[in-house]
Structures are given as C-alpha cells and as structure tokens.
C-alpha cells in the first residue's frame, strides 16, 4: 500500500543494536517485495505449507507450532548478521516447506504440470525455480539449513541412541496457547454436574 518504505523494515544490525530500532527484527520478516508473481508465489506457498503444518503434525499441539516460528525465526536472525540478507521472510517460507516435506516423505508432488518428484524434494525445486527467476538462492539455502536443524533435533535426534529432546517448549508457551487437559481424576461439584444438584434424592426424613 506504500504506507512505509520497505527501508523502514528490513534487516540492519546496526540500526537495531544502536539506534534501538527492535522493529524490524519482525517487520524484515513481513515484507516479500511489491505485489506481483514473486509476491503472490510467496503468499499462496506460506498460507498453504503453513495451514498443513498446523493442522497435520501440529494438531492439538498450537504451542509448539508457535514454538517452531519462534526457534526458526531466532536461527534466522542469527544467520542473518553473517550473511548480507535484508528480508527473511521467504527464508522462512521455504523453512516451513522444508519442515512439512520431510514429515511427509511419501507425498507425490506435481510442480505446474512440469514435474512430478516426492515432497522432500521440493525445497530443491523451489530453490531451483528461484534460480531461473534469477533470484538469489542464499535466502533459500538459509530456510532449508534452519528447517533441518529444525527437524534434525525435534524428529531426527530424540530416536537416535543415546538422543534426547534438545528442544523443549517453554511452559508459558503452553499456558498461552494449549488447552489446559481434563484431569480424569476430577470430581465435579454438584453445581457443575449437568442439571445441577440432584433434587429429590436425598435422605427421607426419619429414615
């Protein structure tokens, strides 16, 4: 909408560590570039990839799907004050991709009626199609080394011998965003049984 200048949001350490700007730690992520092909390739792959993540293998799990934006989005920011990367945010599209590719292995893939591949070798298609565009293919390198790392230490690394679950969500995260389980051990009381207390059932009086 050209509301603000994409200068007010992209990636500078030296603005954010100096001048305090923190703003665009977030905002560099939200900016794919003025409306056309690239912009809306974007979208269409960051709503999909990011709508299947959440309702298949993060399913009843809202806290650490949030905790997965979080990690990937901290990885990033640290990779990005050594490469010269002014906008993560299709970095961290092919992240998801990479992430939801590897945990469905099986699924056949069909890239515009050109390719048909399995899923985990879509991030290479996709860096590949950005290569033709003439795109620089270090903002997809980065999104595919942060969504191994990713999936490396939360579905690689905890079946491996003498592994473990380096990667735990936070308990705030949880209160935040999971719905706390019913305790089956509770016991409701009277007022909270449906219908209330039960009328008429109590001891007859002399008895």
Same mark, same amino acid.
């Given at each position: 909408?050209?509301?603000?200048? $994409? ?23 939200? %900016? ?8 809306? =390739?974007?979208?269409i ?10 309702? !298949?293998?993060? /399913? *009843?799990?809202?806290?650490? %799907? ?16 050594? @490469?010269?990367?002014?906008?993560? *945010? ?16 099986? @699924? ?13 070798f ?5 860096? *590949? =199609?950005?290569?033709?565009? *003439?795109?620089?293919?270090? @903002? ?11 999936? %490396?230490?939360?579905? @690689? %690394? $905890?079946?491996?011998? !003498? ?6 969500? $936070?308990?705030?995260l ?13 016991? $409701?009381?009277?007022?909270? /049984? ?14």
């Open positions: 909408l050209e509301l603000i200048t $994409p200068f007010q949001l992209y990636f500078n350490p030296e603005l954010i560590f100096k001048h305090f700007q923190v703003w665009r730690l977030i905002t560099n992520y939200l %900016f794919f570039g003025p409306v056309g092909f690239n912009f809306l =390739f974007n979208m792959f960051l709503y999909r990839y990011c709508r299947m993540l959440e309702e !298949g293998s993060f /399913r *009843g799990r809202t806290a650490d %799907f949030v905790f997965m934006f979080l990690f990937g989005g901290l990885l990033m920011t640290l990779f990005g004050l050594f @490469v010269n990367l002014v906008f993560l *945010g299709q970095a961290f599209t092919i992240m998801l991709v990479y992430v939801w590719s590897r945990r469905n292995p099986y @699924v056949r893939m069909n890239f515009f009626g050109l390719l048909i591949f399995q899923a985990p879509l991030p290479w298609v996709l860096m *590949g =199609f950005s290569l033709l565009l *003439g795109n620089s293919i270090i @903002v997809d390198l980065l999104g595919i080394a942060v969504g191994h790392i990713y999936f %490396f230490l939360e579905d @690689v %690394f $905890p079946n491996q011998p !003498g592994g473990g679950r380096l990667l735990r969500t $936070p308990s705030v949880k209160a935040i965003f999971d719905t706390p389980e019913d305790d089956p051990n509770y016991n $409701p009381l009277p007022e909270e /049984r449906p219908g209330g207390f039960a009328w008429g059932e109590g001891q007859r009086l002399g008895g």
